[in-house]
């Protein structure tokens, strides 16, 4: 699983501070996750191999999570995409974009599909047999969703050598992985775990931007991998967090605490601080693991 | 006069190519001309005093010439502006912002007045004391108008030494510069041409984009200062120029040498292209002032 920030600014964009956008990559499919202005111009610079986006999940509309996806749309178009685009995002997504693409005459020659949101409880957005995306609600001054990515549990692995020597014939192979005991050429039963391991556990990323304090997200987002979790100000204003709806960098850390995330990973700080290495500082005196999103940063995991 | 080139390329942004958008610095106005994505990025980091920006000209209505208006706007608003905007553009340009501003609850805290264009004829955009600013129609696919931006003559320069010997009480020196003979303390006609230098001459720029080759223009832009005309393609995708309406580098320079201008810019380069030096190359057989336009180069005049 691995996480590109494009852009973790929030607000006004500045020469080089992007507005929120970020691609997960999980399991083979590339989840772009809102779309601030210039995100595809950060799809380019950080090479992500973005005509491989299929799914692309819109928090809520304000400008700075949003306002790249009519350019993107018409990117897609322009370059000859085929393959079919589903936009989930809140309701009126669908005419801000159609609107454009009207007034402009640009003809979408891929199937583009908008799920939109009304919800205010959780939802299962995308389901495969690899992956969960399920959208649960945010506080903040508009209607907004946090998203949770879940990876399904894999098969088991097979070991190889020792399957061949219990004597297991090759076509019983997928029944082993599926976690089942079989039969071997000689009628005895070989129990599961004596020739395959545990799958790699199922990881699974939590996106929380943009909201208040909210303690009623943790059970959509407890245990997750690793959490996004906006910290749009320092303890210092938190008043000002308060009023504007958005969560202080502690804050951010005490829901990473309560929820047992596994990494915590901070976003969407206000332009008025210059040295953001104190939403780390004061994050870590709650929750230890707390990393800092920066533009154009990877993380796997 | 200042023309400082945001962005310059055609249809897709790339991760260093950004689309349409200029500022021209003229008479003490700051006019923005079209505005692609990632406009208010290039603002900053060209320094612009973009606050200064009262009026901002949209062209049409494809995508890499307005998809950033509506972050400026928002910007704007995050800024506390509160000084007037006036936006000059096509039809559907004010539903489009609004409905963005409603769906995102944002209410602009400072004037913001549209005025929407739908006629086939030149017309006067903006006058004041020092500037007249006029659309005219250019020939795309969408509804396109070009604009031109013209200096008024400026006043006579008084040689202030001179007036003096010439024995011309101060309260006259206005008139002078005004153009007017007036009379001395010893009651003697001055000529004003003795005591004065002519003004400097007014300046005018001409923007053409995007437009197939377009000889309708010339009336409008003749003797323009400079000339921004588009050059999408070169000669060997003539075609695709006529098919496209588009301009070839070539065309954009029988336009520049029919109008007579002083200066051509080429910009809106197709990004198939890897050596943009070849468009100045084929432009200048046939109007030897030819120059490139660069994301964030500016020109003087």
Request: proline share 4%; aromatic share 10%.
């Amino acid at each position: 699983m691995k996480l590109t920030i494009l852009g973790c600014h929030s607000a006004t964009p500045k020469a080089s501070a992007y507005p929120t956008a970020q691609v997960l990559e999980i399991r083979g499919h590339l989840f772009l996750i809102d779309c601030g202005e210039g995100t595809q111009m950060q799809l380019r610079r950080t090479k992500v191999k973005f005509s491989r986006i299929k799914h692309i999940f819109i928090s809520h509309l304000h400008g700075d999570h949003f306002f790249g996806l009519i350019g993107l749309i018409s990117t897609f178009r322009l370059l000859g995409r085929e393959a079919e685009m589903h936009i989930y995002g809140p309701k009126g997504i669908k005419e801000i974009i159609m609107l454009q693409l009207k007034l402009s005459a640009s003809h979408i020659n891929y199937p583009l599909h908008f799920h939109e949101l009304e919800t205010q409880e959780p939802k299962v957005l995308f389901e495969d047999e690899k992956v969960t995306v399920r959208s649960f609600p945010l506080s903040h001054r508009v209607y907004t969703n946090g998203f949770h990515f879940q990876e399904k549990p894999g098969e088991r692995k097979l070991n190889h050598p020792k399957a061949v020597q219990a004597n297991i014939h090759h076509s019983l192979f997928s029944k082993l992985k599926q976690g089942f005991d079989v039969e071997n050429e000689n009628g005895e039963t070989i129990s599961n775990d004596s020739v395959t391991d545990a799958p790699d556990p199922a990881l699974s990323y939590a996106y929380c931007s943009d909201t208040e304090y909210f303690p009623a997200v943790i059970p959509h987002i407890a245990n997750s991998t690793a959490l996004y979790h906006e910290a749009t100000f320092l303890e210092e204003h938190a008043a000002l967090a308060e009023k504007t709806k958005h969560s202080t960098a502690k804050e951010a850390a005490v829901i990473a605490k309560k929820a047992a995330v596994g990494t915590l990973i901070l976003g969407h700080f206000s332009g008025r601080y210059r040295d953001l290495s104190v939403f780390q500082e004061q994050a870590m005196e709650i929750f230890p693991n707390t990393q800092l999103a920066e533009d154009g940063k990877s993380f796997e995991f």
